[in-house]
C-alpha cells in the first residue's frame, strides 16, 4: 500500500529564513502534487509534478521531484507571514490521491 | 468560471442518524472524489465518481455511500453516524481524474459534527 510521509510535521520559521519540507512515498510514482491548506479552508493546488526531475517555481516557493528516490521537496525562500499554513503532498495512488500526514509552517517576525 | 461549491458548509447530527452532502464540480468536470480529514488520520480518500460511475473506493465502511448525477454533480452519504465521523469532507473535481495527471479542484468542504 502507498504510504506518503511528510517531514516535518511542524516548522516555526523566521521571516527571510530559507527551509526544506520533505516528501517521500513508499511505491513508484511519476506524478506529485502539492497543495496549501489555510486554517478552517480548503486545499489550494500549488505544483504538479509529472515527471523525473521537474521543478516548479511559484514566488517563493520551488518543488521539486526525484521519482528514482521517491523524494519530493518544497523548499521556501526567504519566507514571509503569509506563506504561514499547512502545505500537504499527495501522490497518485491509481484514480485516487494519497496524501502525507501535512506540514503546518508558522513563519514568524 | 466558477468554482467546486459544496453544501451545506456546516452541519450537526447526532449518532444514528444519516446525512447527505452536496458537492457541484467545476462546469466541464466530470470528475468528483470525496475526501475525509480529521486531525487524527489526516486525508483520506472516500471514492471517485466519473460519468456516474463509481470509479475507485477508498477503505471505508459501507456506511458511505456516493452516486454521481448526470450533470456531474455528486452526493454523499453516511447512514447511521458514529462520533468518529466528525470531519471535514473534501470533494475535488477534475476533467478526467488524477489518473489523467490533472490537477484535482478542492471544494470549500463540509464540516460535519456528530454529537
Redesign the interface.
Known amino acids: 500500500e502507498l504510504k506518503v510521509e511528510q517531514n516535518p510535521l511542524f516548522l516555526s520559521m523566521q521571516e527571510g529564513k530559507n527551509y526544506t519540507i520533505y516528501c517521500n512515498y513508499s511505491t513508484t510514482s511519476d506524478?506529485l502534487?502539492w497543495?496549501r491548506q489555510d486554517p478552517g479552508?480548503?486545499?489550494?493546488?500549488l505544483f504538479?509534478l509529472?515527471s523525473n526531475g521537474a521543478v516548479k517555481q511559484e514566488g517563493r516557493l520551488m518543488a521539486s521531484l526525484d521519482t528514482k528516490a521517491r523524494l519530493s521537496t518544497l523548499h521556501i525562500t526567504a519566507a514571509v507571514h503569509d506563506l504561514s499554513a499547512t502545505y500537504?503532498c499527495?501522490v497518485?495512488?491509481?484514480?485516487?490521491?494519497?496524501?502525507?500526514?501535512?506540514t503546518r509552517l508558522q513563519v514568524f517576525p | 468560471k466558477a468554482g467546486v461549491t459544496q453544501t451545506p458548509r456546516y452541519l450537526i447530527k447526532t449518532r444514528g442518524q444519516q446525512v447527505t452532502l452536496s458537492c457541484s464540480p467545476i462546469s466541464g468536470h466530470r470528475s468528483v472524489s470525496w475526501y475525509q480529514q480529521t486531525p487524527g488520520q489526516g486525508l483520506q480518500f472516500l471514492f471517485e465518481y466519473f460519468s456516474e460511475t463509481q470509479r475507485n473506493k477508498g477503505n471505508f465502511p459501507g456506511r458511505f455511500s456516493g452516486r454521481q448525477f448526470s450533470n456531474s454533480r455528486s452526493e454523499m452519504n453516511v447512514s447511521t453516524l458514529e462520533l468518529g465521523d466528525s470531519a471535514l469532507y473534501l470533494c475535488a473535481s477534475s476533467l478526467y481524474g488524477t489518473s489523467a495527471q490533472e490537477t484535482q479542484y478542492f471544494g470549500p468542504g463540509t464540516r460535519l459534527l456528530v454529537l
Open positions: 506524478r502534487y497543495y479552508k480548503s486545499l489550494e493546488s504538479v509529472l500537504f499527495a497518485d495512488g491509481t484514480d485516487k490521491l494519497i496524501f502525507g500526514t501535512g
